[in-house]
């Protein structure tokens, strides 16, 4: 009966429930759609992070001032320092800023760094609560030292490439003034702006892990031998 038209057309009952299945078919594939459009819509209209604003032009010009004196003698501690970050355009956010890393605090000319950016400032700017950032800047302010840390910044985007769990890192033009030293002139480096492990785990739909020296058993194999493989 189904292959046969004149039959399909003389049984008003066959007619109905196919009337009836195309609409509930089309009222399905209404809701798919609102839902893709709502998803897209509520994706769009996200609030950026502060690191996103900042990284969304590549080898953006940036100027830190801080205490930097200061900051340097106590490298041992996470004490934060008061500062002021400012885009070449004339934006300007209040910060503070403390030292961070394990093996360059204690060998680096400037220690890596932590910003924290004040959550009202960002408010008003329209950005979401996530007010971390990490910075690696050169060991040695030299040459030298800005072509190792741009080859380091290669090796996080090459690792983007191979692996979805990654952090998101962007290289900036950076400029520190010391606010304790006036007569210290400007340092101009390179330095690699890094995404903060809460704004990594909101992203990925996980937790930040704490403790330090995680057993391997515990570790998700496939990533953590993806990691292995390209840190060798």
């Known amino acids: 009966m189904a292959g046969n038209p004149q039959s399909a057309a003389a049984n008003p009952s066959y007619c109905e429930s196919i009337s009836k299945q195309m609409r509930h078919f089309a009222f399905f594939l209404l809701v798919i759609l609102l839902s893709w459009r709502l998803e897209a819509q509520n994706k769009q209209s996200a609030p ?4 996103e604003k900042l990284i969304a032009t590549e080898a953006i010009e940036l100027t830190l001032e801080t205490d ?11 004490n934060y320092l008061p ?21 360059r605090r204690k060998v680096s000319q400037i220690p890596p760094m932590k910003l924290r950016f004040d959550g009202k400032g960002l408010k008003a700017d329209s950005l979401n609560s996530f007010n971390e950032i990490k910075i690696a800047v050169p060991c040695f302010i030299s040459d030298q ?9 290669l090796v996080y985007k090459m690792f983007e ?3 979805s769990a990654h952090f998101r890192t962007g290289l900036v033009k950076l400029t520190l003034i010391d606010t304790n030293d006036k007569g210290s ?20 739909k996980g937790e ?6 995680i057993k ?17």
């Open 216 to 232: 391997v058993d515990k570790l998700e194999p496939q990533q953590a031998a993806k990691v292995a493989m390209f840190q060798f």
């Open 145 to 153: 030292g800005n072509e190792l840390l741009v080859k380091e910044y």
């Open 185 to 204: 002139g400007k340092k101009k480096m390179y330095a690699i702006f890094i995404e903060d492990e809460e704004e990594v785990a909101h992203r990925l």
């Open 161 to 163: 490439k191979i692996s």
């Open 48 to 51: 950026p992070s502060i690191f």
């Open 83 to 103: 500062g002021t970050l400012r885009t070449k355009g004339g934006k300007s956010y209040a910060v503070e800023v403390r030292p961070r890393g394990r093996y």
């Open 68 to 78: 930097l004196t200061t900051f340097i003698g106590q490298k041992k501690t996470n």
């Open 208 to 213: 930040p892990e704490e403790s330090f020296g």
